[in-house]
């Protein structure tokens, strides 16, 4: 099957599933949404082609996803509060916009359908968020934007389990994690607790 026809046959699917929609056009450089903002709606590139980007703690952009024609985008957002990272236009662009409230009216709550959607969408944040960490050269840069994606909203992280487990995920080695560790916290950006990370923010 040549990929137009699949196209068409994967956006008749998602406009069954997901219902009516509307269609809005983005000129290049333009955002569709920003990091932080509140979490409205998921869309499907019709045309053109949009970055997923990111701000690190210390002010870098990491690239998680590049969303072309034919591509769902921003899915994870439909059990978050609010969207972890830019969507840019690269070129002129169009997307067709399905609103979150509208979608969830569809999933009855305790639903096996409700519940497998849940599932999905976080673990592919999951794998986003591992794709951006690994793409971080910087030890300090990558144990400090670990912190970030797993603090709740006082900037503590409850560690549970073995650093090194999360030396691993991190694609560092034991020592390294925690000589890292050791840094960020004589430079005051973190602050040990048993069982817990502070992220000290300025």
Do not use: W
């Not at 196209?7 to 983005?26: C, F």
């Not at 019709?46 to 970055?51: F, V």
């Not at 971080?136 to 090194?164: H, N, P, T």
Request: glycine share 8%; with cysteine; proline share 4%.
């Amino acid at each position: 099957m040549s990929t137009r026809k699949q196209r068409g046959k994967d956006q008749i699917a998602i406009e069954t599933a997901l219902g009516p929609a509307r269609t809005e056009t983005l000129a290049e450089g333009a955002h569709l949404f920003r990091q932080g903002d509140p979490a409205a709606a998921i869309y499907y590139v019709e045309a053109g082609c949009l970055r997923l980007e990111r701000y690190t703690p210390a002010g870098t952009t990491v690239v998680l996803h590049t969303a072309r024609p034919g591509e769902l985008l921003a899915e994870a957002a439909l059990f978050a509060g609010a969207y972890h990272c830019n969507a840019v236009a690269l070129k002129e662009s169009r997307v067709r916009v399905y609103e979150k409230a509208a979608i969830l009216a569809n999933l009855k709550p305790g639903s096996p359908g409700h519940t497998l959607v849940a599932v999905m969408a976080r673990q592919l944040l999951k794998v986003r968020q591992r794709i951006e960490l690994r793409n971080v050269r910087s030890a300090k840069e990558r144990v400090m934007l670990f912190l970030e994606l797993a603090a709740d909203r006082q900037g503590k992280v409850v560690i549970d389990g073995e650093l090194q487990e999360i030396a691993g995920e991190l694609g560092l080695s034991r020592e390294a994690l925690y000589r890292t560790l050791a840094t960020l916290q004589k430079e005051q950006r973190i602050k040990r607790h048993p069982g817990c990370i502070a992220i000290l923010r300025p």
